[in-house]
C-alpha cells in the first residue's frame, strides 16, 4: 500500500513538471521569419493626407538676407508646383508643407532654429550659409536628419547628412587661377589677390586660391580678410592697389562686392575681379548706385546654370516661376532657381523613398544615397550620390555680365583646375642609382 501511495505521488510530480514546461513554452511556434515586423517609426510624414513636411533654416534679415530671400522664394515655388498636382515630381496625390524658420545668418540662432522643427520635418530643405551649416553636422548625425546646405562648402561632402550639389568653392578659386593665368597669357603676368570672408566659407576659397596659386607658379602679392556685412572697404582696396595686384579673386558675399567694386572706381584702381559663387545677385543688372561700368572687370566663376539659360529644362523652371513665383511678386533671380534645383534633387529622393514603401528617415537616406545622374531635366550636371564622402564635381566656368542684356556671356567653359589634375598625376618613377644603372647594362 505504501508502494502505491509512492508510486501515485510520483506520477503526480512528473505530470505537474510536465505542465510547468508547457506553460513556459509559447502557445504557437512562429517561424522567425514569419514574424510580422514593426513599422518604421514616420517623421514628419502624414501618410493620412499623404503630406511631407520640410524644414527651411533661412537668412531673410542677416548680411547674406541678398541671397537668402530669393533662395527662399526656390522651394516655395518648388511646394506650390508639386501641391498643384500634375508635376510628377512626387506620386500623385503626395503634397509638401515648409516650415521655415529664419536664423538671420547667425550659428546659434541656426542651431536653435533646428532644434524647433527637427522632431516634426523628415528633412532639412534648406541650410542656408556654410558657417550656419557645420556646426550642425553632428546633430544631423544624432537625429539621422538630411540637410541640404545653401552652401559650395567642401566641409559639406564629409558628412553624408548634407549632401551638396554642384563644385566646392576651393574648385572655384582653383579655377579662377587658372583663368588669370589663361586671360593674362602666363603667370609670370600675373599678381594674385584675393579679398575672403573670415568664415569657412572664406576659409575654403583662400585654401584653393593658395594651393592653385603655387602650383601654377603665380606670385601672391596680397590676402586681405573682411567680415559679412562689413561698410567701409577703402583699407582694402587700398592695399590691393599698393601691392599692385593685377587679378583679384572675391571670396565674399555680394553684399560686399558692390562697395568694392564701387571703392575700387573711386579710387581709380582697374583690377581684374574674380567673384566666386556667392558674390553676385542678379539684382546688380539694373542696380541704381552701381552702373556697369563699376562691374567692367569683373566675371563670374561657377558652376550652375544662369537664368534663362539654353538648357533642356529650364522651361519647365520658367513657367513654374511664372505660375507660382512672378504672380506673387517674385521678381526672377538666380538664386531662387538653385534653391528650385536643389528642391527637385531632395524630392527625387522622397519619390524613391514613397515608392518603396518606406518614407522614414532611415528610408529616405536609403533613397537619397541611391541617385545616381539625376540633372534636373538636364539644367544641371548629373549628379551621383551613391559615394561616399559624397564624390561633387570638380569643373567650373568663367561668365561675363552683359548689362544690355541682363544675362551673361561664357567666356571660359566648364574645366576642372589644372592643380587638381596635377596633384592626381602619378609620380615620375625616380632616376635609377648610376651603380644599378651599370649593373643591369651590364647583364
Same mark, same amino acid.
Given at each position: ?21 508547457? %506553460?513556459? &513554452?509559447?502557445?504557437?511556434? =512562429? ?9 518604421? $517609426?514616420? /517623421?514628419? +510624414? !502624414? ?107 567642401? %566641409?559639406? &561632402?564629409?558628412?553624408?547628412? =548634407? ?9 572655384? $578659386?582653383? /579655377?579662377? +587661377? !587658372? ?265
Amino acid at each position: 500500500m505504501k508502494l502505491a501511495r509512492n508510486l501515485f505521488v510520483s506520477l503526480l510530480m512528473v505530470a505537474a513538471l510536465g505542465a510547468c514546461k508547457k %506553460a513556459d &513554452a509559447p502557445a504557437t511556434e =512562429t517561424k522567425k521569419d514569419d514574424a510580422a515586423k514593426p513599422a518604421a $517609426a514616420l /517623421r514628419g +510624414v !502624414d501618410m493620412a493626407t499623404k503630406t511631407i513636411t520640410i524644414g527651411a533654416l533661412n537668412d531673410e534679415s542677416g548680411p547674406a538676407a541678398v541671397i537668402g530671400k530669393p533662395f527662399a522664394v526656390g522651394k516655395r515655388i518648388l511646394a506650390e508646383q508639386v501641391n498643384a498636382g500634375g508635376s510628377g515630381i512626387l506620386p500623385e496625390g503626395w503634397k509638401v508643407k515648409l516650415v521655415e524658420k529664419d536664423h538671420g545668418y547667425n550659428p546659434a540662432k541656426a542651431k536653435d532654429a533646428y532644434n524647433e522643427i527637427k522632431g516634426d520635418v523628415l528633412f532639412i530643405g534648406t541650410s542656408f550659409g556654410t558657417p550656419n551649416t557645420l556646426p550642425l553636422q553632428p546633430f544631423l548625425a544624432q537625429d539621422k536628419m538630411m540637410a541640404f546646405p545653401a552652401s559650395l562648402s567642401s %566641409a559639406m &561632402a564629409g558628412s553624408e547628412w =548634407t549632401p551638396p550639389i554642384g563644385t566646392p568653392y576651393k574648385h572655384e $578659386a582653383m /579655377r579662377a +587661377v !587658372d583663368y588669370m593665368v589663361e586671360s593674362a597669357g602666363g603667370a609670370d603676368k600675373v599678381k594674385a589677390a584675393i579679398v575672403y570672408d573670415q568664415t569657412d566659407f572664406g576659409k575654403d576659397g583662400i585654401e584653393g586660391f593658395k594651393a592653385a596659386a603655387e602650383a601654377a607658379g603665380v606670385t601672391v602679392v596680397s590676402e586681405q580678410a573682411v567680415t559679412p556685412g562689413q561698410k567701409d572697404f577703402t583699407a582694402v582696396v587700398g592695399a590691393l592697389k599698393q601691392a599692385g595686384a593685377t587679378h583679384v579673386v572675391l571670396t565674399v558675399l555680394a553684399s560686399s562686392t558692390g562697395p568694392i567694386l564701387g571703392t575700387a572706381a573711386k579710387m581709380q584702381y582697374p583690377a581684374n575681379w574674380i567673384g566666386q559663387t556667392p558674390s553676385w545677385i542678379d539684382p546688380f543688372f539694373a542696380h541704381p548706385q552701381l552702373p556697369p561700368p563699376v562691374f567692367g572687370g569683373f566675371v563670374w566663376v561657377n558652376s550652375v546654370p544662369f537664368w534663362g539659360e539654353q538648357l533642356p529644362g529650364m522651361d519647365v523652371f520658367l513657367k513654374a516661376f511664372e505660375t507660382y513665383g512672378a504672380s506673387k511678386g517674385a521678381r526672377p533671380d538666380f538664386y531662387t532657381m538653385v534653391s528650385y534645383i536643389q528642391g527637385t534633387i531632395a524630392l527625387q529622393a522622397a519619390k524613391a523613398a514613397i515608392e518603396g514603401n518606406d518614407i522614414s528617415p532611415d528610408g529616405y537616406a536609403k533613397a537619397l544615397r541611391s541617385i545616381k545622374d539625376f540633372n534636373a531635366g538636364g539644367m544641371i550636371k548629373p549628379v551621383d550620390l551613391t559615394k561616399f564622402p559624397y564624390e561633387t564635381s570638380t569643373a567650373a566656368r568663367i561668365l561675363k555680365p552683359d548689362f544690355e542684356k541682363k544675362s551673361w556671356t561664357v567666356i571660359s567653359d566648364y574645366a576642372a583646375p589644372t592643380a587638381l589634375a596635377a596633384a592626381a598625376a602619378p609620380a615620375a618613377p625616380a632616376a635609377a642609382e648610376p651603380a644599378a644603372a651599370e649593373e643591369k647594362a651590364a647583364e
